[in-house]
């Protein structure tokens, strides 16, 4: 039987699956795909750089084995890395890459006369008499990597911030983009990044703070006519983490000043983490050379986190604090707090709170209250389908014919205002809204939320529209 590049790939899953856990199989061996076999070497696709380095840096060796199985000791794996192409050609195109699997470069040692061995070489980046200056990290320490439990909302996000704290500035992912809604851990894993590479590598420099604050730090600078001192200073930093990024949206001189900072420490290995609530893709007044250059490494979603993640989470809270709870209370709150972790964790300490300070046998029916109560406070999560269910029985057309491709001025009016309404009532990024709706691509999105501001301020008809629609929603 000739083999196949399907069939090699499939042998080495068996080995490679009694191997590993089974849900390191899952994560990093279920999405790869086999593609062609030449000789003695086999190509497969992954979906990400991330991939091809962390099954480098991980799983080579078992990989190795179970290719030399199938092919003999001079095989060869290739790596196909499918990317999306962003010059608006369809197709995606590959990058191929050869599975290093080799010793380390070794140091290399360099003679130098030795009346130049001056210890306190010149920085020119260095303000004269800032060398002893002390740099406090901003970093919480209760925001580690322990206490940020991993599910499949937070996975790659999780394993990201992990292989960077491992080796800062020394992986593909520079920057690390961490992204998704409020409430669902980037300030966390930010920290626990940083944490964990004070605690690996305490010489380095490690900083976090907002993107508000910086900007505030270089309007000052500007004020006080010391700019150059505020970049050098940034310049002098190890690991940058900056929280917030999108709140630098519209601020001119502080994105040019962010891009020159950012220019230098990437150009000098080292690491930039940032958190957004929106992907790069959806970053609006942003400069494109910024938004080109938060492209350059990972971005990585928090998505909401599944039940059997909030259950972890809660047990977590209740482990830390030394309290017990019925497993029934605990999974009443999870399955009805399911927006983010933040209201999940306020939820189960306001019932905590609540049977501490009444008294109160913490019972189904106390969660109950609890529960109620801080779902009515909380605003209500509008799924992308229920807008487009609204918006279609307003204008009393069925859902095939709001996604269709008809060019009809009330359908397009129609989609256009499901479209503006899932970019203000959900947390989906412009590309997701344009998929479920009518499998629009995300300029589409933009273009529509443009097209119904224009209208609201011009059309008084098509403005009560906006406004009917806004308190069915709301309701």
């Not at 279920?30 to 076999?37: A, G, Q, R």
């Not at 890395?81 to 070794?106: C, D, V, W």
């Not at 704290?165 to 990044?193: C, D, E, R, Y």
């Not at 977590?316 to 209370?329: A, F, K, Q, S």
Request: contains cysteine; aromatic residues 10%.
């Amino acid at each position: 039987m000739n083999k196949t590049a399907q069939s090699v790939w499939e042998n080495c899953l068996l080995f490679i699956k009694d191997n590993i856990q089974d849900q390191a199989y899952k994560t990093w061996f279920e999405p790869i795909k086999s593609v062609e076999l030449t000789d003695n070497a086999l190509y497969i696709q992954v979906p990400s750089k991330f991939f091809y380095e962390w099954l480098e840096e991980h799983y080579v060796k078992l990989l190795k084995v179970a290719l030399t199985k199938e092919l003999g000791k001079n095989a060869k794996l290739l790596y196909k890395i499918k990317m999306e192409n962003t010059y608006g050609n369809k197709q995606p195109f590959t990058e191929q890459l050869p599975s290093a699997h080799r010793a380390p470069m070794k140091a290399q040692e360099v003679d130098a006369p030795f009346k130049n061995l001056n210890p306190e070489l010149k920085n020119p980046f260095v303000i004269p008499g800032i060398r002893n200056l002390k740099i406090e990290s901003q970093l919480n320490a209760n925001y580690s990597f322990d206490n940020f439990l991993e599910g499949d909302s937070n996975r790659l996000a999780r394993s990201a911030g992990m292989a960077v704290a491992n080796k800062p500035g020394g992986t593909s992912f520079n920057p690390l983009l961490i992204f998704g809604g409020v409430g669902l851990g980037k300030t966390h894993l930010a920290h626990a990044i940083g944490v964990e590479i004070k605690d690996k590598y305490p010489e380095k420099t490690v900083l976090y703070i907002s993107a508000e604050i910086f900007t505030q730090q270089y309007i000052d600078s500007v004020k006080k006519n010391n700019r150059n001192d505020f970049i050098h200073f940034y310049q002098l930093i190890d690991v940058l983490i900056i929280d917030d990024v999108q709140f630098l949206s519209g601020k001119t001189g502080t994105q040019d000043v962010f891009f020159h900072i950012f220019n230098y420490l990437h150009q000098n290995g080292k690491q930039v983490i940032l958190t957004s609530d929106k992907a790069p893709v959806d970053m609006q007044d942003i400069e494109q050379r910024l938004l080109s250059r938060f492209k350059w490494g990972l971005s990585a979603e928090l998505h909401q986190p599944d039940y059997e993640t909030r259950i972890s989470i809660l047990k977590n809270i209740l482990y830390r604090d030394g309290v017990e709870i019925p497993d029934e209370i605990i999974e009443y709150v999870a399955r009805n707090i399911k927006s983010n972790v933040r209201e999940l964790e306020g939820a189960i300490i306001s019932l905590i709170a609540q049977s501490s300070f009444n008294k109160k046998e913490v019972t189904i029916d106390l969660a109950k209250q609890v529960v109620e109560k801080f779902v009515k406070n909380v605003k209500r999560e509008i799924s992308i389908d229920y807008i487009q269910k609204v918006v279609s029985d307003y204008f009393q057309l069925d859902l095939d014919t709001l996604q269709s491709k008809t060019r009809k001025r009330h359908v397009v009016q129609a989609r256009q205002l499901a479209m503006f309404f899932a970019k203000k009532f959900t947390k989906a990024s412009l590309a997701n809204i344009g998929s479920q709706i009518g499998d629009r691509d995300h300029a589409t999105v933009l273009h529509a939320c443009k097209t119904v501001d224009n209208l609201v301020s011009t059309d008084k008809q098509f403005k009560k529209f906006v406004d009917d629609i806004h308190k069915k929603l709301s309701l």
